[in-house]
């Protein structure tokens, strides 16, 4: 349910994350697929209609389990969450995005930002600002094209400690992306106490769009709030042009989704998004 109350505006999602019983299995393989090199990152471009190109891309993990082919993150993320390894499993993500990002650079897409999903536990761990530091020395990447992106469940927990925590990593110049914005418990409003760059609009709101009129409402009102705060938005899941034209015409230009393309290896988006003649 969604209720729009009183001034402030208030989104609520009863659909928590749910974990199967299956994921079991997959635990102590799971302690083995780091040192056996079976994650690997995919990537989704984020597009800027605006621009008419490509102006980033979000890297998505994939485990190639042995057995059972591509396990989805959906099953294994909760589940590294429950047992820590989704620390150290956070900390190759970040590396590998950046050092991705680099090679990317270095073949001329110097512009391109790169975002990174980063769970609770990275979050909350003392030492995320001294290795997001130590990947941007390394790589020499230009901070401001990296977006990490935090749900808003992550920084509710604790939001004294959020708060520092977004500063500090704010302060090497990172940006500090919502993700899944709308599905949370918490009002724009209350959000500006934290230092955000942008709000991305779950797709599950861009789903509906054209059929639901709450949801075009609250898509309308996220992207408003968002606008009058000084905050970029992103809506993410646009599947059809349909989509894509509306959230245009509400001057949402930032966009992700199966329309421009699904979640891709390296060398797929090499070939279909960084030819020269784009770049
Ligand atoms: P997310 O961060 O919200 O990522 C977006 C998800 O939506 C991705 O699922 C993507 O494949 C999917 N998607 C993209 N466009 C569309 C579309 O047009 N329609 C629909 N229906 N779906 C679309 P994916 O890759 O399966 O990832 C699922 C979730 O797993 C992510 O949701 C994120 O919460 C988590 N995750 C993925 N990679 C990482 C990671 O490296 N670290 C952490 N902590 N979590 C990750
Ligand atoms: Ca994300
Ligand atoms: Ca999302
Ligand atoms: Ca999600």
Redesign the pocket.
């Known amino acids: 349910s969604k209720e729009v109350a009183g001034g402030s505006y208030y989104f609520y999602d009863e659909k928590i994350g749910k974990r199967t019983i299956e994921s079991v299995k997959y635990e102590n393989a799971l302690y083995r697929a780091l040192e056996r090199d079976e994650f690997t ?2 990537y ?1 471009p984020q597009v800027d209609l605006c621009k008419h190109r490509m102006v980033g891309v ?5 485990w190639n389990h042995p057995e059972e082919g591509l396990v ?3 099953i294994f ?1 909760p589940l590294a969450e429950q047992t820590g390894l ?1 620390v150290p ?2 900390e190759w ?1 970040l590396r590998e995005a950046v050092s991705q990002l680099k090679k990317w650079h270095d073949k001329g897409f110097d512009d391109l930002c790169m975002a ?4 609770a536990a ?1 979050f909350e761990q003392g030492s995320l600002h001294r290795i997001v530091k130590q990947v941007l020395a390394e790589t020499g990447i230009r901070p401001e094209l990296l977006h990490l ?1 935090l ?1 808003e469940n992550q920084i509710m927990r604790n939001t004294d400690l959020a708060i520092s925590t977004m500063n500090k990593l704010k302060e090497l110049g990172v940006h500090l992306d919502i ?2 914005f709308g599905t949370g418990y918490s009002s724009l409003g209350y959000l500006q106490r934290f230092p955000l760059t942008t709000l991305k609009i ?2 599950t709101f861009i ?1 509906d769009i054209l059929l639901d009129e709450d949801d075009r409402a609250l898509t309308d009102t996220i992207i408003t709030m968002a606008k009058n705060m000084g905050l970029e938005v992103i809506a ?4 059809t042009e349909e989509q894509a034209d509306y959230l245009a015409s509400r001057e949402c230009t930032m966009m ?4 421009f393309s ?2 891709v290896p390296a060398r797929k988006l090499e070939k279909d998004f960084l030819t020269n003649d784009q770049g």
């Open positions: 990152l995919y989704q979000e890297a998505l993990i994939r989805s993150p959906d993320i989704i499993i956070g993500v990174v999903n980063l769970s990275q992106e749900t993700d899944d779950d797709r789903r993410e899941g646009v599947e992700q989704g199966y329309f699904p979640p």
